[in-house]
């Protein structure tokens, strides 16, 4: 017996958009090739056509049509990306001509996000948004789509397989809910009890591929996948961060957010993303040397602003600032630092900036323990900041900047 080693081939994909003029559709389909990247596959070749609408049957012109399809068979393509969210209809009819496989954008990030997930919330909120938006697709025939009835006239041939498989779809989506609220309530209760014990938290969002895993590491040692493709990180990971101050924080790595986020996603993930809303301080994370910086900043803005961050300090830390060349200047933001979390630089100004921003819970107190309360001194060392300490023949002069919880403990030590 000889083994054979099989080399898996990598898909070929064209890219096909239609620009409508309601976006930008060359930045969008430069984004969309980094996407089918990530997703494993090799984009060769891209098509753009402008239409006032994409046809309603063919997504693009019937001329356009043929020239896909010349296309395909020369060029050996595996699989078609639309950049747009496709009909049911538009799929088949494209299939139907080509002879090559059809996705569109939704369904491929879909895809990445199922590839990505690792955590049990993440792949429930994959789930449930897959089931989402596959159940509009699902397609019947005429009198099979017919149920059993009852009486004269309504006798037809039962319940048919598209009609089971909604069935079941309505069941699993129902069941992804339930068991998503469980873990949204476990979630809950570790945020109740983290603003019971007075901990600080900093969440970490940007747009995809900004360098939040890649911070994230640098400052807590995280461990967590730092890669240069879109959506590498999915799973919110959380870690103990120690600034300047002495003040220890919980830093928040989150989801990365792309252009025309499908709203299913959003919606599946607004638990993860309420990491964000609820948070003490937000670092909103952008790859300064992309040439469209600003606009993934403003991205990131939006989504905050829907989710009710208008009152949260956020910092805007301009990543990435080591691939800018003297003649690049990085954009120009309010309460920005900059920084390049792959070598440091930067990152003492940005631990002073988060230093600068924590909420006033924090308080500098002036407290005389007794010896009898000497273990609480060695605790203000670990757990807080000490700015002076002085025995006296009373007890212990301690001077130190303390969280809330530590308050509640020291409170009957407090000296004027």
């Known amino acids: 017996m000889s083994l054979i080693e099989t080399e898996e081939k990598v898909p070929r994909a064209l890219l096909v958009s239609v620009d409508t003029g309601k976006f930008d559709a060359e930045s969008s389909l430069d984004e969309l090739c980094e996407l089918v990247e990530s997703a494993g596959a090799e984009p060769v070749l891209t098509v753009l056509q402008k239409l006032d609408r994409p046809e309603t049957a063919t997504f693009v012109g019937s001329g356009k049509l043929i020239e896909i399809s010349e296309i395909c068979e020369a060029q050996e393509i595996d699989l078609i990306v639309c950049d747009s969210e496709l009909t049911p209809t538009q799929i088949k009819t494209l299939e139907a001509e080509t002879n090559v496989r059809t996705i569109d954008r939704t369904t491929l990030i879909l895809d990445i996000f199922a590839l990505r997930a690792r955590s049990r919330e993440g792949k429930l909120q994959v789930e449930l948004a897959q089931l989402k938006y596959l159940l509009p697709r699902l397609t019947g025939k005429g009198i099979a789509m017919s149920r059993l009835g009852g009486g004269i006239g309504t006798r037809g041939p039962g319940e048919t397989k598209l009609e089971t498989d909604r069935r079941h779809i309505h069941r699993r989506m129902e069941t992804l809910k339930e068991q998503l609220k469980d873990v949204e309530k476990h979630r809950s209760r570790l945020r109740e009890r983290r603003e019971k014990d007075g901990v600080i938290t900093v969440a970490i969002v940007g747009y995809t591929n900004a360098g939040k895993s890649t911070l994230m590491n640098y400052l807590t040692d995280a461990g967590v996948l730092a890669q240069d493709k879109l959506f590498a ?135 005389m323990l007794p010896f009898t309360a000497a273990g609480m001194a060695n605790e203000i060392r670990t757990k807080a900041t000490l700015i002076s300490e002085n025995y006296t023949s009373d007890g212990i002069e301690v001077e130190a900047i303390i969280d809330e919880a530590m308050y509640r403990k020291l409170k009957e030590y407090i000296v004027e």
């Open 233 to 367: 990180t999915l799973d919110p990971t959380s870690r103990a961060l120690k600034l300047p101050s002495g003040v220890t924080v919980m830093l928040i790595d989150t989801v990365g957010l792309v252009r025309r986020l499908p709203h299913g996603l959003v919606e599946a993930f607004k638990s993860t993303l309420e990491e964000a809303a609820l948070s003490d301080i937000i670092l909103n994370v952008c790859d300064a040397s992309s040439a469209e910086a600003q606009y993934h900043m403003q991205v990131t803005a939006d989504l905050l602003a829907e989710l009710g961050c208008g009152d949260t300090p956020i910092i805007n830390v301009l990543n990435k600032c080591d691939k800018l060349s003297n003649l690049e200047i990085a954009p120009n933001v309010t309460n920005s630092v900059h920084i390049s979390a792959k070598n440091g630089t930067g990152i003492d100004k940005l631990l002073e900036a988060i230093d600068n921003n924590l909420p006033v819970r924090i308080k500098k107190v002036r407290l």
